[in-house]
């Protein structure tokens, strides 16, 4: 792969207070999901990001999630559907009004994982992000893992993109360790830079137990309120030049 996507998760303030360092993560990455209020960020974090991404040309995807600000949209929760639906709609629609030009969705925390595995919330997610592409005139690449998701995506005509994780830990079928287990959570920045280069060239990584895992991804995440966050993504970048891999937003 001559060029791979960097993304990470950003804009996510907390009683006005940033989870990450967003100035140096905008200046590594070449795309970023953006907090639009269901588990952090609030209008002024939104503009801010806008902003931020406008300067260092990086584009702007929407992070909705679950409305749990104290669970910081971690906690899987019962939603009927059209709530849900409504409740993400929303999220998209406030990052429009920040003044985002949005390229794509990326669902967070617990509802990241459960539109892969629930038809039904896959369904009002995706349908949500329909009811914004319409709105906008063009569709919202969904981004994320396999599952329901991409056959929401496809039935909505929705383009679905794939993405793999840099500082989590893979389970043998794929999925991520969960947060409270260990091996979750990756820190070395030198192990996380050779897993970006192995990803973007061979399309694969290696499980918590050993196993070899095809991650055929176009996008790469990093997350910002890691330890280390800004230490890794640099660390990334150098590894992914220095292999001859462009990072460049697909969208």
């Not at 969705?105 to 329909?130: C, E, Q, R, T």
């Not at 280390?228 to 937003?249: N, Q, S």
Request: glycine residues 10%.
């Amino acid at each position: 792969m001559t060029a791979i996507d960097l993304n990470a998760d950003l804009g996510e303030t907390v009683d006005g207070v940033p989870t990450a360092d967003d100035e140096a993560m905008f200046a590594v990455i070449s795309s970023a999901s953006v907090a639009c209020g269901g588990h952090a960020g609030d209008a002024a974090s939104m503009r801010e990001a806008v902003a931020r991404a406008a300067v260092h040309g990086v584009a702007v995807g929407a992070h909705p999630s679950y409305v749990d600000p104290a669970g910081f949209g971690r906690v899987a929760l019962a939603v009927e559907p059209a709530t849900l639906r409504a409740q993400v709609r929303g999220q998209l629609e406030a990052l429009v009004h920040a003044g985002g030009a949005l390229r794509y969705v990326k669902p967070h925390g617990a509802l990241y994982h459960a539109v892969s595995a629930d038809a039904a919330v896959a369904g009002a997610v995706v349908s949500a992000i329909a009811d914004v592409s319409a709105a906008l005139g063009r569709a919202l690449p969904v981004l994320g893992l396999d599952g329901a998701v991409v056959r929401a995506a496809e039935s909505a005509g929705l383009p679905f993109v794939r993405e793999a994780f840099l500082d989590r830990g893979y389970l043998p079928d794929g999925r991520l360790v969960p947060r409270s287990a260990p091996g979750a959570l990756l820190h070395d920045p030198d192990l996380v830079a050779a897993r970006a280069v192995r990803l973007a060239r061979d399309g694969e990584v290696e499980a918590v137990d050993g196993t070899v895992v095809r991650a055929d991804a176009v996008s790469l995440c990093l997350h910002g309120d890691s330890p280390g966050a800004v230490a890794m993504a640099r660390a990334v970048r150098a590894a992914l030049d220095a292999a001859g891999v462009g990072v460049a937003a697909p969208w």
